[in-house]
């Protein structure tokens, strides 16, 4: 498995000694269970029992305010591959994480490179652009959809102001779903950003000075240093953001309700318009097992086709 | 051709409000092809010194010649200077023929063909001909060293400058290592300046030492100059192991006076000393003590405290006046614990300082200790 | 939640500016102790009608020897659904709970509403569109608290400065007076007429005599040639004149544009009569203009209804106890002058009070005329859905679909629900 | 696997840029990235200082001002407003409670759990860990009735622990602290086991203070999540007095489209704890993220 | 009292599918005070060794016995053993007080002025009584070697384990530690065993050393023993720096043949290797070398590749027939590159091993070589 150089510096810092060992005692295993279990009898109960009640759940025809709820084996699942509204939310949840992976992590990195810059003022910048970070999707999303305003909004006055000409935003099914997505790159930017700058600060600055003394200029060894050096954090930095991705719901479900003509219909969004707007539970967990299959599928492919040599 | 001349170096790191002068007004003239070492405590400058010359950090002020042109503000690449890094700095992700051929791709427009034939003339040299393809994870420590040694020769640069190259190797690694540098060094007859803690390196390897002391240059000479001939203390106590024993006197009426034991100096040394009376610093290497079989009049009572048998040598820790010595013995002689050795100060062999300035005042001097010599024939 | 929120199920919108009142967060259940018990209930979040609820609910405790205290339970909207479904099957329904008329048949329908006939409530009480909004099945499910209409507001001033004279507030105007006025509008101010993109869709459909199905509900009419003509009335002024705004769900509604100035016109509910009262603008409302195959201007009706859940450990006595309350002539006559709602029984009309309260507040006479107006949706479990697919379809429209296309692909969907 | 260091995470000055391209060029790109970050910085922050000045302006005359960005009377009406009719003290102490309930249970139990799996030798662990890594991917809604179910017949809906228990059963922190662990030497256990330490005195007495940094951070983390909670606090509560704030605001509108000076006065006191705890502890939040990085 | 035995210990690590023997039936008995050492290439089992005396690591078979009580089995806290780590493993989050008495704290029910007055003591002893209240990020490598014993030392042990504690530290740090760890132990008397990679360490601090390869034992004597006396060839070139030359050389007739040399060898010696013709390796120590100043029957002409004047000692380095050798000169004599030594080798000083077993068939004797010992005094 990955681990950035820094990481790895500081573990060989750490621990020059004896790193995979184990202490083998009989009684020991005993007291592991002990200080395991809490956690995992509370996650077993909280997340993998409901789970699997959802995945139970998609077998039938449920609706929650219906007294019966027939067994009908792998309907909801047929119904769904014929479900042109669920293929649309797919290809839009695939356009969202595919906007996010293709603009959000080069900025990040772009701007990681920059503060890594060791600028005046490095942590006043650090600190505005890691902002969004911490304020929380429903706020964002709220101001977002001020600034969205075709009428009102900022960024339509500022666009006028240039002389551009002036979008509508999230008004106009062509581009309600990209306006979502770049407010969402505008929220994750930071965190990505952030991991980066870890990963960077982990590049020993040897390589730099060898690669300089080399005759590398500062394009070469961004090139041949620090992206592959990078590698195993860009390899975190996009399967976090795939799966942060597939399940986006709250900007969609503040900002547009999934409009206009359902051009920002998302996975989760589908799921939660199925299950608590139209009561059809079954089906909705039918989309929710979907879901998940697709993420760790997904998350399990990029490991397979980055994981090979991402270790140094 | 690598002449490298170092005119007033010197070099001021801003640390918040203080400045730290790594480097003060060093001067050197490094002869092509000389094996150069660098030596001196922890932060004395070495590496800095090293960085400024490979461009790697900006002089504060003074100039840097190579070959006569002056190289003080050129960049890295144009310096024709290759550097090896104390970690070797050996890019984890290529493979050793790229990590070799990289600073050929970089900096000259050759092509593959070109640089793929030089890597591998370089590195049947090196003895890694047939690791080529593996990266530096996947060779060991020596492997690694050979790799990065071989990414300096391939651009056949005027001077080498090596940090540490060989301290994270081990022992007798690091012995095998040391000649085969050597040999190479010889070979290709390459202006190197080497930096090292290693007081077996600093001694063996080089044409000439340079010892610093914070930032300052305190000596330079071949090594046996600086080992029989340390221009102060600071050089005397560095170069050598075990240290030199340094012990307090005072000197008057051609004697010196140490509270356990006094000695009368020859007329010769007196006039040495004339215009010195008053606190001296008297230096005696542990191998430079006459051990007695009987007391006499100038021995020294010393009791044991710890041995050291080292095979060849024991090293044996004696008490004089509340202070701890050391005294090496040759031969197959022991001492032990507990007994007393009666030891004498053979006057050829004292090191007088002054004992504020530390300046030397009295060494040894080379010429006479090779006369010693073995005979061998040319 | 999509459309289904925006005025049309009367989701709230009646808040209004009024920004002061009392402590709305609904804090108010301490235990009265004694024999007595607790009345739940539940609402979808009003600020505007927390404190008349409030009110209500003390005089009810009061008044009744069973309920000691009343504990009401606001959610929002958008998830009022969700947490009555999850609640109820769980064992955590309250004594009664607000629905909007989307809902009544599908509560009715899964079972879970009280059937009200049998316990002495009377459907022929109450007018046409209200009992027929509470009704599923022919039988009555829900008690309307009040019920509402849709009108269109006007900005007077901006009128005058268009050099349009001011209609009076019950005329009824044609879609080509109608549309007239949006052009000299949008020449003189950019915009002629704000509506949101669902209902204003709706309405138009509605006022030329079309709707989601027919009269026996057994087909979608949603494509008829009087909703075609309703489109294609709108479209060009929306898409290509830009006359119109269709606003999305999810930003700023039509109200808002009135009241920043930005149109002249637009569309609201006799719920914005609060907001529209305090926002200091000449402004008054009039009735939505007929079409061309029916003059009359038929819009929704919809409204608070209160039902009682059949399940869920409901104490139903209570509920019956607050559905009687509301019932009352003595809270239905005061309806209109305290939520600024109409009565749902038709005797409150009739009363003294009623009369009186609209004298004093001649704004609302339009919507006390068009009140008889309104139509209700349909009696469908699945009319969430139709009102999802065809609002989806108008939002297409304003993006430039065909409309024939877009009402066919509504019909079908209809259809298949059907 | 991966260990975990801040060691590395310095956002202040000394670093590996190099000195010797001083000169033009190098004055030119440092221009240029002052200008990209300041640009940058500005379109970070400008939404938010926006929705301040909004929040300024009276209710009324909202719509009638909006083309006035910065408001002509200032005014803190709507936060008045919005303090006097809603129960905020409240809410904000039920998203206190929650929150740090929340925080104090992760933080143990997640120490606890990642301790074991970093350090531990038991049967299962590896299976532990999958599970860990597989629920991770879980996105929360799909739980919510099943769990609502299973809350109820607990009979613990409409209390803090109803809430409580899904964030604290959140895999993420176990992760988190199993990558930081991984990366405390073994030679520190062994000698505290050689001290005479029981496996779970090496916890209390070695890893817990050890994990110090970790813990903040994760802490902060957890609290900015609880704090945002929306939807299953709603779904679970009954009673509106228990809200945690979020879920006020949520109340503060028929629908957000109303009320807008108020909303956005919310939002801003909402946002404001965390946001001015960010400013005061800026290392520590993008350590916890940081903390995150590095693994694969 | 603690006399550590050691029985048959094997230890196999399940790597995988593969199963790794660490440790092979390693039998040793420890006396009670003894310093032992424990040397070995890197890989041998020396850190195994000591884990499994600790109870760190479970032992496949064998026992261990500490005063004839077999405490194989017990829990690490129960065994009365205290151990060292290579990086002291000091918790960074304690001070120094804490840390020395945390083992007394969680092991014992002293109170806790009984522990502050302990490690007070202990602190004195080690001369960190004023470093106390300091945590270990603030100490430096040499003040944390001192805690780290200091932890050790206050639970009053049967045993001390040190699995290389003093790798970590610099060069002149290491002698300085190295005279105090000795004089710590022989003040305490505690019976100790100490690994280590140094052959300095190896040879000067213990009484004893066990020499190790791939998990099994090669040799244990006291280190002039092992130096003097290897009982093979793995022993002779391990041990001693620079190692010791091996040639290949064929034994018959009395007389040893070399390609480049032959030895006659005394009637002595050939009493020794009757039985052992064939091929032989032939050990000789760098410094055992006799240097002619002229040719003679016996002599080995060796031209010099490299020199390495150490000041009192120089190593050269010699061809003889394609391979390289080191001879070592003592007192001042030097010798330049390109010259030509003369070498004999002195029949005593050889080293005879049999070249496929590697067992040795001729030693020197420890016995013999003391007897040049100097006259000490008692
Ligand atoms: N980038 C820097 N900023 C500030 N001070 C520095 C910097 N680099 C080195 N120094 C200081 O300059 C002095 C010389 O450092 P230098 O690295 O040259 O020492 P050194 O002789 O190489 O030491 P060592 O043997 O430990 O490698 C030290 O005091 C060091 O702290
Ligand atoms: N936990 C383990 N699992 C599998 N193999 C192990 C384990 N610990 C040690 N080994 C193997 O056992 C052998 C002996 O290891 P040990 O650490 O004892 O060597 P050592 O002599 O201490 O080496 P060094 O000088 O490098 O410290 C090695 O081959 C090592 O790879
Ligand atoms: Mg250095
Ligand atoms: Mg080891």
New binding site residues.
């Given amino acids: 498995m990955a681990e950035s150089h820094g990481l790895q510096r500081v573990r060989r810092r750490f621990s020059g000694y004896l790193s995979t060992e184990h202490v083998e005692s009989t009684d020991t295993d005993l007291s592991w269970y002990a200080i395991i279990l809490p956690k995992v009898v509370l996650f077993a109960a909280i997340l993998l029992v409901p789970f699997i009640g959802a995945f139970y759940i998609s077998l039938h025809e449920w609706a929650p305010l219906a007294q019966t709820h027939p067994f009908v084996g792998l309907d909801n699942y047929v119904r769904l591959f014929q479900d042109p509204v669920f293929w649309n939310a797919i290809i839009n949840t695939a356009g969202y994480s595919l906007a996010l992976l293709v603009f959000d992590v080069p900025i990040a990195l772009g701007l990681a490179l920059l503060l890594n810059m060791n600028l005046r003022g490095t942590k006043f910048y650090s600190g505005a652009i890691f902002l969004p970070v911490v304020t929380s999707w429903v706020i964002v999303s709220l101001i977002w959809s001020w600034l969205y305003n075709p009428e009102y909004g900022l960024l339509n006055a500022i666009l006028g102001a240039v002389g551009l000409p002036q979008l509508s935003w999230l008004q106009s099914s062509s581009t309600a779903l990209a306006s979502i997505a770049l407010m969402s790159i505008w929220k994750h930017i930071g965190f990505n950003m952030v991991i980066f700058l870890a990963g960077l600060k982990g590049i020993p600055d040897d390589y730099y000075e060898a690669a300089i003394v080399d005759g590398a200029n500062r394009w070469q060894r961004f090139r041949y240093i620090t992206l592959p050096l990078l590698k195993p954090t860009t390899f975190f930095v996009f399967i976090v953001t795939l799966i942060f991705s597939f399940r986006v719901y709250t900007q969609v479900y503040v900002m547009t309700q999934g409009g206009p003509v359902r051009s920002t219909y998302t996975i989760v969004y589908y799921f939660w318009q199925t299950g608590f707007q139209e009561f059809e539970m079954g089906y909705a967990s039918a989309i929710a097992v979907v879901l998940f299959l697709i993420v760790f599928g997904l998350s399990i492919l990029q490991q397979r086709t980055w994981g090979d040599d991402v270790e140094y | 051709m690598g002449k490298l001349d170092i005119r007033n170096l010197r070099k001021v790191?801003a640390?918040g409000d203080q400045s730290?002068v790594?480097v003060d007004d060093l001067d050197i003239d490094i002869n092509d092809g000389e094996f150069l070492i660098f030596v001196?405590p922890?932060?004395?400058?070495?590496?800095?010194?090293l960085r400024c010359i490979a461009g790697l950090e900006t002089v504060t002020s003074g100039e840097i010649l190579l070959n006569g042109d002056d190289i003080t503000h050129q960049p890295p690449t144009e310096r024709d200077i290759a550097m090896v890094f104390q970690n070797y700095a050996l890019y984890p992700h290529m493979t050793a023929r790229k990590n070799i051929g990289f600073g050929l791709e970089m900096s000259t427009d050759m092509s593959g063909d070109e640089i793929d034939r030089r890597v591998s003339k370089v590195a049947e040299m090196m003895g890694i001909g047939d690791l080529l393809e593996k990266k530096p994870g996947e060779l060991s420590g020596g492997q690694q060293q050979r790799v990065a040694l071989g990414r300096a020769i391939v651009r056949e640069p005027e001077v080498f400058l090596m940090d540490?190259p060989l301290s994270n190797l081990d022992a007798k690694l690091r012995t095998t290592m040391r000649t085969e540098l050597q040999n190479l060094q010889q070979d290709l007859g390459i202006t190197t300046i080497y930096?090292t803690?290693d007081q077996t390196e600093a001694m063996t390897m080089g044409d000439r030492i340079v010892i610093?002391d914070g930032?300052e240059l305190q000596q330079i000479g071949t090594p046996l100059e600086c080992y029989y001939e340390p221009n102060n203390r600071f050089v005397a106590g560095f170069i050598g192991s075990p240290s030199m024993n340094f012990f307090d006197v005072e000197y008057s009426d051609g004697t010196l006076v140490h509270d356990s034991f006094e000695c009368d100096l020859s007329e010769e040394t007196r006039e040495q000393l004339a215009g010195h009376e008053g606190a001296l610093t008297l230096g005696v290497r542990p191998e430079s003590f006459d051990v007695r079989g009987e007391r006499g009049p100038e021995t020294i009572a010393a009791p044991v405290t710890v041995t050291e048998p080292m095979g060849e040598t024991t090293y044996v820790y004696v008490d004089i006046g509340d202070q701890q010595y050391t005294v090496t013995l040759t031969g197959e002689r022991v001492a032990e614990t507990g007994t007393t050795l009666e030891l004498a100060i053979p006057e050829e062999k004292m090191h007088l300082f002054d004992a504020k300035t530390g300046e030397a005042v009295k060494s040894r001097s080379v010429s006479n200790a090779t006369n010693v010599s073995v005979d061998v024939r040319a | 939640s999509s459309g289904g929120t925006n005025g049309g199920t009367d989701g709230g919108e009646s808040g209004g500016g009024s920004g002061t009142g009392t402590d709305s967060g609904g804090d108010s259940g301490s235990d009265g102790g004694g024999s007595a018990s607790t009345a739940t209930l539940w609402a979808w979040n009003d600020p505007g009608l927390s404190p008349i609820r409030d009110e209500q609910a003390s005089e009810l405790a009061q008044q009744s020897d069973a309920i000691s205290d009343v504990s009401w339970e606001y959610y929002p909207f958008e998830n009022y659904l969700a947490k009555a479904t999850t609640a109820i099957p769980a064992g955590n329904a309250p004594d009664s709970l607000a629905l909007s008329v989307l809902w009544v048949p599908r509560f009715a329908d899964k079972g879970v509403a009280l059937n009200l006939e049998e316990h002495g409530f009377d459907p022929d009480d109450y007018v046409s569109a209200a009992r027929s909004n509470a009704s599923y099945d022919d039988t009555l499910w829900a008690v309307p608290w009040y019920a509402d209409c849709r009108l269109v507001a006007i900005n007077t001033k901006m009128f005058e400065e268009a050099g349009l004279e001011v209609p009076d507030p019950t005329y009824r105007p044609s879609w080509e007076e109608f549309g007239s006025w949006v052009d000299t509008l949008a020449k003189e101010h950019g915009t002629g007429y704000s509506m949101s993109a669902g209902e204003g869709f709706d309405c138009f459909a509605l006022s030329n005599g079309s709707g989601y199905l027919n009269e026996d509900g057994t087909e979608a009419i949603i494509n008829n040639d009087a909703a075609l003509e309703a489109a294609n009335f709108l479209q060009p002024k929306v898409v290509e004149e830009e006359s119109i705004i269709a606003r999305n769900p999810g930003g700023t509604a039509a109200i808002e544009d009135l009241l920043a100035g930005e149109s002249a016109m637009c569309f609201a509910g006799s719920w914005h009569y609060p907001r529209l009262r305090d926002s200091g603008l000449d402004w008054q409302y009039m009735p939505y203009p007929g079409g061309p195959q029916i003059e009359k201007s038929h819009t929704w009706s919809a409204g608070v209804f209160y039902s009682i859940p059949k399940r869920g450990g409901a104490n139903q006595d209570i509920g019956l106890e607050w559905l009687n309350y509301i019932n009352s002539m003595e809270v239905q006559k005061n309806v209109t002058k305290s939520m600024g709602g109409f009565p749902g029984r038709k005797d409150a009309y009739e009363t003294d009070a009623f009369q009186s309260f609209i004298e004093n507040n001649p704004k609302l006479k339009p919507v006390a005329q068009e009140m008889e107006n309104t139509i209700s949706f349909p009696s469908h479990p699945e009319v969430t859905k139709m009102w999802n697919t065809v609002h989806t379809q108008a939002q297409s429209m304003w993006q430039g679909e065909e409309p024939e296309k877009a009402l066919d692909k509504a019909a079908k969907e209809i259809n298949a629900l059907l | 696997m991966t260990t975990l260091s801040t060691d590395e995470l310095d956002f202040g000055d000394?670093g590996p840029e190099v000195q010797h391209e001083g000169s033009w060029y190098d004055t030119v790109a440092k221009a240029v990235a002052h200008l990209v970050l300041l640009f940058f910085s500005a379109v970070m922050t400008i939404p938010f200082v926006w929705a301040f000045l909004t929040s300024l302006k009276p209710e009324n005359k909202i719509f009638t001002t909006i083309r006035q960005i910065i408001p002509a009377d200032p005014t803190f009406a709507n936060y008045v407003n919005v303090w006097m009719q809603n129960p905020l003290d409240r809410w904000i102490l039920n998203s206190l409670v929650l929150a740090v309930g929340v925080v104090f249970f992760t933080l143990l139990l997640d120490t606890l759990a990642g301790y074991a799996l970093a350090k531990g030798d038991f049967k299962g662990k590896s299976l532990v860990y999958t599970l860990v890594i597989g629920t991770l991917v879980i996105p929360p809604q799909v739980v919510l009735v099943p769990l609502y179910l299973e809350m109820n017949a607990l009979n613990w809906s409409n209390t803090y622990w109803a809430i409580m228990v899904l964030y604290i059963a959140n895999p993420f922190g176990t992760f988190m602290m199993r990558q930081f662990f991984l990366g405390i030497p073994d030679s520190l256990i062994e000698a505290a086991r050689m001290d005479g330490c029981s496996t779970f005195q090496i916890y209390t007495r070695v890893m817990l203070p050890l994990a110090k940094p970790a813990l903040s951070s994760l802490g902060v983390f957890t609290f900015i999540f609880v704090w945002g909670a929306f939807l299953w606090p709603l779904v679970i509560l009954n009673d509106s007095s228990m809200y945690p704030l979020q879920v006020g605001i949520g109340l503060l509108t028929g629908r957000y489209s109303s009320q807008w000076g108020q909303l956005l006065a919310a939002v801003v006191i909402a946002a404001l704890p965390v946001i001015a705890a960010y400013l005061l502890a800026q290392r520590t939040f993008m350590e916890g993220i940081a903390l995150t990085g590095g693994k694969g």
Avoid: M, N, Q, Y
Avoid at chain 2, 42 to 49: D, H, L, N, P
């Fill in positions: 790191f640390d730290i790594a001196g922890s932060g004395c400058g070495k590496s800095t010194t540490e930096v803690h610093l930032g | 000394g």
